[in-house]
């Protein structure tokens, strides 16, 4: 159990008041009877607060507070769960300005894929019961209303000579004791008015997977001490739900509550790229076969933003010269058949629907429209010591990158490098709080440069910046020195913070510590940079 409180009473800047509370508890236990339990709370008082007071850039700049606590089984197929949830999503700096939802109390049941008995049929279900609520400044439902989801599928997964094809059949049943009832007609400005109707949303989805054989090709000739292979998997889905007549009544919580009718294709391609080690690496086994930590690999305690935790583990010693995927590369891409998705779409309107969150988290449906952005995730991992992704959305109706978000991860000896780009076209309309916005840009550096790590002896340092093109401004940047003898340490940091109007400040912070007895200093670890 992690229990973290932090509070600030403060006088006011320029008459506002940006005092709060902030705490956090994590915290986790395993019964008998394969019975776990989890707790993560985090409550927060006011957006403000967090903006003025955190000391950790991510954390600062994070508008959600997510609580959670579960009592969860699994034994054998059968996954069984008894949750709690709050999601607040701040819309802005003013006190009430808020999104709350909360899920009190809930009870959920499935089971996984499995054949039945002897046939060639595979069945899964999954049930949930629910008290819900949602407020907002416009807008609120019942203190706790109920909803009720039954999802029973059956599929019929085929393979002959190297095709894989699998239909599937499901029927989704879902009752809410409360319902929606939009301001004229469509919910754009207003959402509307929840009243205490019991309404009954129905829908038969029935979809078609097909796989066929992959292709691969082998080098003969070694390049770089390898072997080389190439393999293709394409994949095509066709997928069809009806019965969804009463989409625009629907309350929204989470995921469950935006299945639209949808008749629409999804075909993807994905590249993936193996090498193999003709010797096993020298540098990877230590004597008596016990693994050596790999150069540069840092404890999690000093991981640059956006690592991966894996890479900076120890990593087994083969027994035989080792394969690695070096490069993977998927492109998808969705063609509807039904534009409108049975008139739920509203034009003007950001629509987040099943069909499309499923492809691309970018709410790119402001209008009726055939073809969805088309997606590409690369990945490329020549070793433990180096990662690299780009993901990249690319909208032909538009004619513009929707997303593209590229971050780059390496060891070298004692430094550790990383640097990451993220860019984001958010369309215009109305958008899920309801608001009407303009469409936006927003692009953002991030860098990291560090040597050495947190306990080596002798001198270790790290920097980071962040810096918002479109403002041209440097958001945050920190630097940190330390150095560490056998019997203690000293860490210096310094930090400069700059998030709008609410804050613009320099910090300056040390430690010392003495080894086996404590610390002494305002730089707390888990603030520290490694």
């Known amino acids: 159990m992690d229990l973290t409180f932090f509070s600030v009473f403060d006088r006011g800047l320029n008459g506002v008041n940006q005092g709060g509370t902030e705490a956090r508890l994590n915290s986790e236990v395993a019964f008998a009877h394969n019975f776990r339990g989890v707790a993560n709370v985090d409550y927060l008082s006011s957006y403000v607060f967090r903006l003025a007071f955190s000391d950790v850039f991510t954390q600062a700049v994070n508008s959600e507070v997510r609580s959670q606590a579960f009592l969860s089984n699994t034994t054998g197929s059968l996954f069984m769960n008894a949750t709690t949830r709050r999601y607040q999503d701040f819309q802005s700096t003013t ?23 002897n046939w060639p049929l595979h069945a899964s279900f999954e049930a949930a019961a ?47 004791t409360q319902q929606l009832v939009p301001s004229g007609g469509v919910a754009l400005t207003d959402m509307g008015t929840a009243i205490s109707k019991t309404i009954n ?15 691969d090709r082998i080098f003969d000739r070694e390049l770089l001490g390898r072997k080389w292979k190439h393999v293709i998997e394409p994949r095509i889905t066709y997928t069809y739900v009806t019965g969804v007549e009463n989409f625009s009544h629907i309350l929204r919580f989470d995921d469950r509550d935006i299945l639209s ?6 075909y993807a ?34 991981r640059v933003p956006w690592e991966h935790s894996q890479r900076a583990r120890e990593q087994p010693c083969p027994k035989q010269p080792d394969t690695r995927e070096i490069v993977t590369w998927e492109l998808a891409q969705k063609y509807f058949l039904d ?15 099943t069909s499309t969150v499923d492809l691309t988290g970018i709410a790119f449906l402001t209008e009726a429209r055939r073809l969805s952005p088309l997606i590409s995730r690369v990945r490329v991992s020549t070793s433990a010591r180096s990662d690299l992704e780009w993901d990249v959305d690319y909208d032909f109706q538009a004619g513009r990158v929707n997303t593209s978000t590229a971050l780059f ?92 109007s609410v804050r613009n400040e320099n910090q300056f912070r040390f430690t010392i510590s003495l080894a086996n007895v ?3 200093g305002n730089l707390r670890r888990g603030e520290r940079l490694f």
Not at 261 to 266: A, C, L, R
Request: glycine content about 12%; some cysteine.
């Open 409 to 500: 991860n390496h060891h070298i000896g004692l430094f550790t490098v990383g640097a990451g780009n993220a860019f984001l076209h958010v369309p215009s309309g109305v958008s899920a709080s309801n608001t009407i916005a303009a469409a936006e840009k927003f692009n953002q550096f991030r860098g990291v440069l560090g040597y050495g790590s947190a306990n080596r002896i002798g001198f270790n340092g790290a920097a980071s910046l962040g810096f918002d093109a479109r403002l041209r401004q440097l958001q945050y940047g920190s630097a940190q020195l330390a150095y560490n003898w056998d019997c203690c340490g000293v860490n210096l940091e310094y930090r400069r913070f700059a998030l709008a």
């Open 201 to 215: 949303r129905k829908a038969l989805q029935g979809s078609v997977e097909l796989r066929p054989p992959a292709l």
């Open 339 to 353: 534009p409108t998705f049975g008139g739920a779409l509203v034009p003007g309107r950001r629509n987040v629907l």
């Open 518 to 520: 404590r610390a002494f």
């Open 269 to 302: 391609i994905v590249n993936r790229l193996y090498a193999k080690r003709t010797s096993a690496e020298p540098d990877k086994c230590g004597p008596d076969g016990i693994p050596a930590l790999i150069a540069g690999a840092a404890p999690p305690s000093s």
């Open 95 to 117: 006190p009430g300005d808020v999104i709350t939802i909360l899920h009190a109390p809930g009870a959920e049941v499935s089971r996984v894929d499995q054949q039945l008995g």
């Open 261 to 266: 009718d949808t008749n629409g294709v999804e």
């Open 130 to 176: 629910e008290g819900l609520s949602r407020g907002e400044p416009s807008f609120s439902t019942a203190p706790l209303l109920g909803r009720f989801d039954m999802n029973p599928v059956v599929s019929l997964p085929l393979l002959l000579r190297g095709w894989s094809f699998r239909p599937e059949l499901s029927l989704r049943d879902t009752i809410y």
